[in-house]
């Protein structure tokens, strides 16, 4: 197209691949897993497989045109295996009882046999271990053919036929396709057994020998014994490993109860319907005790919602009209209407059992070398085994002295016959007790466990690999608005400024009527926060009427505003007023009006005459809150200002410095004082003024998390730097890391700069976690190591981070890296069992240690092999145990005693354009020097002095 002159670009890219899940049967290690892997890979079309043995689960990318799903199932049902394609809602993959069924009637069957056999073989022991015991004693029924071999023979022929046909099952599909797995082992060591044994008893038997030749007949049927028995447990604990998700997949709610309301809000009708066919917009009716159908917004009613195993907040959560519900919470105490916002697949119990899902179904990186070890593993052991054979064999034939046989077990047979049943003895063992298993086991049960345990306590980390870098976290980067702070401003202080009305209640008044009506026509965060304080004071929901409203974002509004009298009188004598005022006449100190501290000067405290404007001296005042005077201003008395008249109007502008000197209003040296002493405190400081005089200075705050400081103080005693990366101005910036105890700040920076830092960072050596919760944090949330997204933030941040905080607690990010530590710690305990078992149990069962009287019967290898396999998956059933540090577990002493400290507090602050500096440590480690409870920050010179400085 562009070469026939028209310019384009390819907007969207659509391609014919496509993703498939795929439900697994009859996988009993990694072996199974690399098989079907590595046939996919070989089948033109598919593009990407990944095999999960924990789940039973597939997970296969490939384009649509050249293979379909059809050819897929064909593919792995040829290799033996089961396979068809997961169902969108069917969860069947989590039930285990299918296996956890097979295997105990497989190992019933085998201890119905293999007890006996163990009795048998026991007491023969004991009657050839007498002094005066004669082999030829025990011989024969008929010539070359004892007791004990015609019993063995009789309970282990069921046994290898029939209690092993399972493994024979798969271990012929894996050798039809040129590979191996654990079932060849099994088998391999099986039939070798149950073949050599029946054979020389036959020789024996057509020789007409005087003797029976010994045997391993009690081999077959003590190795299913073990092995299934292995099996057993190993699902049992398996089907464990899942138990978070089921339990999520439990709260959903079946029916909804829904309700269509008459013109007065009263209930007309009510019918029972599944949830599948609620609509967004439907009225649901909640009763007591039942489940919350699916996410809403309650309409009536009020109760308290048990939350917890969605959050993990402990406490019953109190819901009231306007406040959201989750699908899956449990209805408390109160009859509620809903109005369902998700439905569907959009829920939020539905969103975190995908992530889950996708969670435990997605591979480790360090789950692949593990992968690609059981690859080779069968085949190097049946070297192994071959070549204990041939050396033992050799070293019979050359020095059969050496052997270390007893004189029981040499008695009646020759020098070769006991050469042979012993190479065969330690080969078999070595046979038996090789497990690829417990190596494939290790990463994904923890895995599965420790994602799990994270969803429970209201941590979803997406993936397995999340889960594993997590804990190589030396970064923590911070956003500041709707992280550390609650990213909801509210008003924190007013600072009057000029009189406009004819006392204190009334001047307060007219300033908040003038500030609510103008910021009423606006959608600004801070807009909100102004009229929501205007309303909580005055107990009303009216305002006044705006006209000729005009706004620029960054600067401010400016509007006409009129109709405020009743608005002014209101407030006037609201009880909140009434009580504000009378006690600050009776001299209280430190007073707040709803929260916010008021500033004025002394002379509010004389009856004002009505209808003036007056002027105020720059001596020190008084107040709720406030210590200095009024700003210096000329006398002014406008025409309309104040009237009793609701004709009566008044130009309004709201806004910064900048707005104010585009509208030619001039700022004094005495109100650049205050508004600098407001952003000093971390607050965003506007001012108001009333036909061309600035009348009053409102400080709005975005107040910090209390669980802030502590989360910074506990990731440093970790050992890991903590940044904070705001668009925020450098004092705002600065007071809230002085508050939470950050040392390095960067201020003033624009979304792509947040990344062009985190990139800074990841160069330097650090690998960095990201925590925000905008749109504007979510391209760093993605070039991050680790991504971690506050739950309540935006979809599209949620979405690009590698970990979500249900909670919006602060303190999960140190619950994050504490799981991934735990988790990747017990992996790699796993694979030292692993590990361990295989490189010490095979040179045992080799027979190295047999000159020390140090050797192992093959029953004895399968029932260490079955032993590997279950205490690896019950070491990662474990982190079962894991309960996330609590708030009073971090308040130690030590933190306390560091927020109380007056010590130093050095911080590093650079802007946007800076982002090249290097990170610098700070000279007091754990300071948290609360601003609020130190002296003046000028007198300390902690403070910037000029926007141009680096070092506060």
């Known amino acids: 197209v562009t070469s026939l002159g028209f310019p384009s670009e390819l907007l969207e890219n659509e391609t014919n691949d496509a993703k498939l899940q795929i439900e697994i049967k009859g996988m009993t290690c990694s072996s199974c897993v690399h098989q079907i892997e590595s046939q996919l890979k070989t089948v033109p079309g598919i593009l990407e497989v990944s095999v999960a043995l924990a789940t039973q689960q597939g997970k296969v990318t490939f384009d649509r045109s050249l293979v379909g799903p059809r050819d897929i199932i064909s593919t792995i049902t040829g290799l033996g295996f089961q396979a068809k394609v997961s169902e969108k809602m069917n969860k069947g993959y989590l039930d285990h009882s299918e296996d956890i069924r097979k295997w105990r009637n497989s190992f019933l069957v085998s201890l119905m046999f293999g007890l006996p056999c163990m009795i048998i073989m026991m007491y023969f022991m004991f009657r050839m271990s007498r002094e005066d015991h004669k082999h030829s004693e025990l011989c024969c029924l008929i010539p070359g053919l004892s007791l004990e071999n015609a019993l063995l023979f009789l309970l282990s022929t069921p046994v290898q036929f029939i209690g092993g046909r399972h493994f024979y099952v798969q271990a012929w ?13 099994v088998v391999l060591a099986t039939s070798i057994a149950y073949t050599y044994s029946v054979g020389v008893v036959i020789s024996s038997i057509i020789l007409m020998e005087d003797t029976s030749p010994m045997t391993f007949f009690d081999t077959p049927p003590m190795l299913f014994v073990f092995i299934s028995l292995g099996r057993w447990l190993e699902h049992i604990a398996k089907s464990k490993t899942s138990d978070a998700l089921s339990k999520l997949l439990q709260l959903k709610a079946t029916d909804a109860m829904l309700v269509k309301l008459g013109p007065q809000g009263e209930i007309e009708s009510e019918k029972l319907i599944s949830t599948d066919l609620v609509h967004t917009g439907d009225i649901l009716k909640v009763l007591p005790g039942s489940k919350v159908p699916v996410d809403g917004r309650v309409t009536a009613g009020e109760t308290t919602c048990d939350e917890s195993v969605i959050t993990g907040e402990s406490m019953p959560v109190r819901k009231t009209i306007g406040s959201t519900v989750i699908g899956g919470a449990m209805n408390k105490n109160g009859m509620i209407l809903i109005e369902a916002t998700q439905v569907g ?68 047979f020759s020098a070769e016959e006991i050469t042979w049943q012993f190479a065969f003895r330690m080969a078999l063992s070595v046979l038996a007790i090789a497990c690829p298993c417990s190596l494939g086991l290790a990463t994904p049960t923890a895995v599965m466990v420790g994602t799990g345990v994270g969803a429970t306590n209201g941590i979803l980390i997406k993936g397995a690999q999340p889960l594993e870098n997590a804990h190589k976290v030396s970064a923590v980067v911070f956003d500041k608005t709707g992280t550390l702070t609650h990213g909801v401003p509210s008003v924190a202080k007013l600072v009057i400024l000029s009189q406009i009305g004819k006392d204190i209640g009334g001047t307060v008044s007219m300033v908040l009527a003038l500030l609510a009506t103008a910021e009423s026509s606006s959608e600004h965060p801070l807009a909100t926060a102004i009229t929501k304080y205007a309303k909580e004071v005055f107990g009303s929901k009216k305002t006044g009427k705006v006209i000729n409203f005009q706004s620029l974002p960054g600067c401010g509004l400016k509007a006409t505003v009129s109709q405020i009298q009743s608005f002014v009188q209101t407030g006037a004598q609201c009880n909140q007023m009434v009580n504000y005022i009378n006690r600050l006449r009776s001299g209280e100190q430190d007073l707040e009006l709803a929260g916010a501290c008021l500033e004025f000067p002394k002379h509010f405290l ?17 107040g709720g809150g406030g210590a200095d005077a009024g700003a210096q201003m000329d006398n002014i008395t406008p025409s309309n200002l104040p009237h009793n008249s609701e004709e009566a109007k008044y130009s309004v502008l709201v806004g910064n410095r900048e707005w104010m000197r585009r509208n030619f209003i001039e700022v004094g040296l005495d109100v650049e004082e205050k508004l600098g002493r407001e952003e000093e405190l971390g607050r965003t400081a506007v001012m108001l003024a009333v036909d061309q005089k600035l009348v009053a200075i409102v400080g709005i705050a975005d107040t910090v998390k209390p669980e802030a400081a502590l989360t910074v103080y506990s990731l440093k005693k970790m050992g890991i730097e903590v940044v904070l990366l705001t668009g925020d101005n450098k004092k705002t910036a600065a007071a809230i890391a002085r508050e939470v105890g950050i040392h390095s700040v960067y201020a003033q920076v624009l979304p792509q700069h947040k990344v062009e ?17 905008g749109v504007n944090d979510s391209p760093a949330l993605a070039q991050s190591d680790i991504g971690i997204a506050i739950g309540s933030g935006t979809d599209v941040a949620v979405e690009a981070a590698d970990v979500v905080l249900i909670r919006n607690d602060l303190l999960d990010v140190v619950a994050c890296l504490d799981l991934s530590r735990r988790t990747v710690n017990r992996i790699w305990l796993n694979f030292m069992f692993a590990s361990i078992y295989n490189l010490v149990g095979i040179p045992v069962a080799a027979g190295l240690f047999s000159p020390w009287q140090i050797k192992l019967q093959p029953w004895m290898g399968s029932g260490a092999m079955a032993l590997s396999s279950v205490s690896v998956v019950v070491s990662s059933l474990l982190l079962k145990c894991y309960r996330k540090p609590s708030r009073q577990k971090l308040e130690t002493l030590e933190y306390l005693k560091a927020v109380q400290g007056e010590s130093d507090s050095y911080l590093s602050i650079h802007t946007g354009a800076e982002l090249d500096t290097s990170i610098k440590p700070g000279r007091n480690f754990f300071s948290l020097h609360r601003l609020s409870h130190s002296p003046s920050p000028k007198k300390e010179g902690l403070l910037l002095e000029s926007d141009e400085d680096d070092q506060v």
């Not at 599909?173 to 082992?185: E, F, I, K, Q």
């Not at 830092?757 to 919760?773: E, P, Y």
């Open 173 to 185: 599909a894996a050798m039809r396709h040129g590979t191996t797995n654990m079932d060849v082992l």
């Open 345 to 412: 697949e959009d829920t939020a119990i539905s969103q975190i059992v995908r992530l889950v899902e996708e969670a435990q179904t997605s591979k480790a990186p360090i789950q692949q070398l593990a992968d690609r070890i059981a690859g080779y593993f069968v085949p190097v052991v049946v070297g192994c085994s071959v070549t204990t054979l041939l050396a033992w064999v050799c070293i019979g034939y050359t020095r059969n002295d050496v052997l270390p046989v007893s004189s029981m077990e040499r008695e009646g």
């Open 606 to 622: 004389q009856p004002l005459s009505e209808g003036t404007l007056i002027h105020l001296s720059t001596e020190d005042g008084a």
């Open 757 to 773: 830092k985190i990139k800074n960072l990841q160069n330097s050596g650090f690998k960095v976690a990201m925590v925000g919760d």
